[in-house]
């Protein structure tokens, strides 16, 4: 072969290359971004499952944060993405690509009112209510009304001190069944039962007073640390209807799975659609 041959295969062989080596790189990008997505996709459900379950306002605000910001990136590689699908005019790749951002849009929406859920937690707020400055009260009501009972020699008020007691602690036990509840006709008649035991421990108190038996500042210190520990049952309910965990978990279990299988099978379809269009190419 002459050296004329030999330099005249070596620009057909730059020559093709330049012309194959950006549809390569092209392609190459594009399964890569594809594949970036898919695993930001799955990074940000992580991190919001971990923003539904976390036991602390500080916490859930960060985990909600971190997902918002893989929705950031995720946006910024569709947006690389359709630029580079634009530049092939695939007809089939385009239609994928579209019904890719179609299911992204859905998924993005039910982020939208789930991280806004998860960062309430009004259901944790409630529990921590009840189980701080609810039982600090009540354990002040009961140790009064026991207080009351000693100073008293009459059987009977004895017996219904001790029922007012009783009755308290019974609407606390009813307060911690309504906080996870996830009906509301079942809150409904848990909030019943609290009124309805609460009446009674009104009625025993108003019988203690009008007995005699005991001093005004016995009879008010009862009363002030029963209206005290009502207060905070009235808190913890407001919260507990709000029920803001129970609905985020409901939503993260049943319409993010879904949202999310939607948009990694548009996504698997895309890469499929690329795949083939490059395999059609060569």
Not at 24 to 49: G, M
Not at 119 to 125: G, H, M, W
Not at 221 to 245: E, F, G, H, K, M
């Given at each position: 072969m002459t050296r004329r041959s030999i330099a005249l295969g070596i620009v057909l062989a730059a020559a093709v290359g330049c012309n194959t080596e950006p549809a390569l790189l092209l392609q190459i990008r594009t399964?890569?971004?594809?594949?970036?997505?898919?695993?930001?996709l799955l990074e940000s459900v992580e991190a919001e499952k971990s923003a539904v379950l976390a036991t602390t306002d500080?916490?859930?605000?960060?985990?909600?944060?971190?997902t918002e910001r893989f929705a950031g990136e995720i946006n910024r590689m569709r947006a690389?993405?359709?630029?580079?699908?634009?530049?092939e005019n695939n007809a089939k790749e385009l239609e994928k690509l579209d019904a890719f951002d179609a299911a992204w849009?859905?998924?993005?929406?039910?982020?939208?009112?789930?991280?806004?859920?998860a960062v309430a937690n009004?259901?944790?707020?409630?529990?921590?209510?009840?189980?701080q400055d609810g039982a600090t009260r009540l354990d002040r009501f009961v140790d009064t009304v026991a207080e009351m009972e000693r100073t008293s020699s009459d059987p009977d008020m004895i017996r219904g001190l001790s029922q007012t007691s009783v009755d308290a602690l019974r609407v606390q036990s009813v307060v911690?069944?309504?906080?996870?509840s996830a009906d509301d006709a079942e809150m409904t008649r848990l909030e019943q039962r609290i009124d309805a035991l609460s009446k009674d421990v009104d009625e025993r108190l108003a019988a203690a007073?009008?007995?005699?038996?005991?001093?005004?500042?016995?009879?008010?210190?009862?009363?002030?640390?029963?209206?005290?520990?009502?207060?905070?049952v009235v808190d913890v309910l407001q919260l507990s209807r709000?029920?803001?965990?129970?609905?985020?978990?409901?939503?993260?279990?049943?319409?993010?799975?879904?949202?999310?299988?939607?948009?990694?099978?548009?996504?698997?379809?895309?890469?499929?659609?690329?795949?083939s269009h490059s395999q059609a190419t060569r």
């Amino acid at each position: 072969m002459t050296r004329r041959s030999i330099a005249l295969g070596i620009v057909l062989a730059a020559a093709v290359g330049c012309n194959t080596e950006p549809a390569l790189l092209l392609q190459i990008r594009t399964e890569r971004l594809i594949n970036d997505i898919e695993q930001a996709l799955l990074e940000s459900v992580e991190a919001e499952k971990s923003a539904v379950l976390a036991t602390t306002d500080e916490e859930a605000q960060a985990l909600a944060q971190e997902t918002e910001r893989f929705a950031g990136e995720i946006n910024r590689m569709r947006a690389e993405l359709r630029s580079l699908i634009v530049a092939e005019n695939n007809a089939k790749e385009l239609e994928k690509l579209d019904a890719f951002d179609a299911a992204w849009a859905e998924l993005e929406n039910v982020d939208r009112r789930l991280l806004a859920l998860a960062v309430a937690n009004t259901n944790l707020k409630a529990t921590r209510l009840s189980a701080q400055d609810g039982a600090t009260r009540l354990d002040r009501f009961v140790d009064t009304v026991a207080e009351m009972e000693r100073t008293s020699s009459d059987p009977d008020m004895i017996r219904g001190l001790s029922q007012t007691s009783v009755d308290a602690l019974r609407v606390q036990s009813v307060v911690w069944a309504h906080i996870p509840s996830a009906d509301d006709a079942e809150m409904t008649r848990l909030e019943q039962r609290i009124d309805a035991l609460s009446k009674d421990v009104d009625e025993r108190l108003a019988a203690a007073r009008e007995s005699g038996q005991f001093t005004s500042e016995q009879v008010a210190a009862a009363s002030q640390a029963w209206s005290d520990y009502r207060a905070v049952v009235v808190d913890v309910l407001q919260l507990s209807r709000q029920n803001s965990d129970v609905i985020s978990y409901d939503v993260s279990v049943h319409e993010k799975r879904r949202a999310t299988k939607d948009c990694l099978a548009a996504l698997s379809a895309l890469m499929d659609a690329v795949k083939s269009h490059s395999q059609a190419t060569r």
